[in-house]
């Protein structure tokens, strides 16, 4: 199993452009997450999803969408990039249940410029 | 609201010390605790994890923590630090009640280790 895969590994962008990152797992996991990490914050819920078609909001949702059309994707919008979105971008999965672990992918590192 | 403190952005400690990284939640009801570590450039992987049971809990590398209700402490330990624990360090918690595995992150200890 590949586990968490995450595409690109690095990003630049200008202020106002628009991309997606992309985030697959090859685990049937039903829980998939975002998180971004800021330094001396740890890690922000940005948006989860409990299953194929069904998404919510997190800590920090405000700047992006996503979508959830099969359990293996989970890809992270940003419609406008601002430079307050540089950051290191984290998708995670899980299955169902409150205990079970969140598997990481080795994140997406973005600059806005 | 769930919330989680890390005491300590930066810990230091030579090698073959004990380690001991405090963390402390706020939850209404005792939640699910977690501490994950972060390798320089990639991602979090689980150290491990408290989900009811047996207070003390052991995970990978020879970590484990104690969860301890009255205090609303996780704190994490290794009785002999290496080198190579030198990492980030993240308590986390999820509520009895959480849907969609929504982790709440307390921000960070740097671990380093002297030879």
């Known amino acids: 199993n590949a586990g968490v895969t995450q595409t690109p590994k690095f990003q630049v962008l200008k202020t106002g452009q628009s991309m997606t990152l992309q985030c697959a797992q090859d685990?049937?996991?039903?829980?998939m997450s975002w998180y971004r990490q800021d330094p001396g914050m740890g890690l922000r819920l940005i948006h989860y999803?409990?299953?194929?078609?069904?998404?919510d909001q997190g800590e920090v949702p405000n700047g992006y969408n996503v979508s959830r059309s099969t359990t293996e994707d989970f890809p992270l919008r940003l419609l406008s990039a601002a430079p307050s979105q540089t950051s290191v971008y984290f998708c995670?999965?899980?299955?169902?249940?409150?205990?079970?672990?969140?598997?990481f992918g080795p994140g997406t590192r973005l600059l806005v410029l | 609201a769930q919330s989680v403190t890390q005491l300590g952005s930066h810990v230091s400690v030579s090698e073959g010390a004990l380690v001991l990284l405090r963390c402390n939640y706020s939850s209404s009801v005792p939640p699910y605790l977690f501490w994950y570590v972060q390798y320089p450039n990639q991602g979090l992987q689980l150290l491990l994890k408290y989900t009811r049971g047996a207070t003390l809990v052991k995970g990978i590398n020879g970590f484990e923590a104690e969860f301890k209700k009255s205090e609303t402490s996780f704190h994490l330990t290794k009785p002999s630090a290496h080198m190579s624990d030198a990492a980030e360090y993240f308590c986390?918690?999820?509520?009895?009640?959480?849907?969609?595995?929504?982790?709440?992150f307390g921000q960070g200890t740097e671990l380093s280790v002297k030879p």
């Open positions: 685990m049937n996991h039903e829980y």
């Open positions: 995670a999965s899980s299955y169902s249940g409150v205990q079970e672990t969140q598997y």
């Open positions: 999803s409990v299953g194929a078609g069904i998404t």
């Open positions: 986390a918690v999820m509520g009895f009640y959480n849907q969609g595995g929504k982790l709440i």
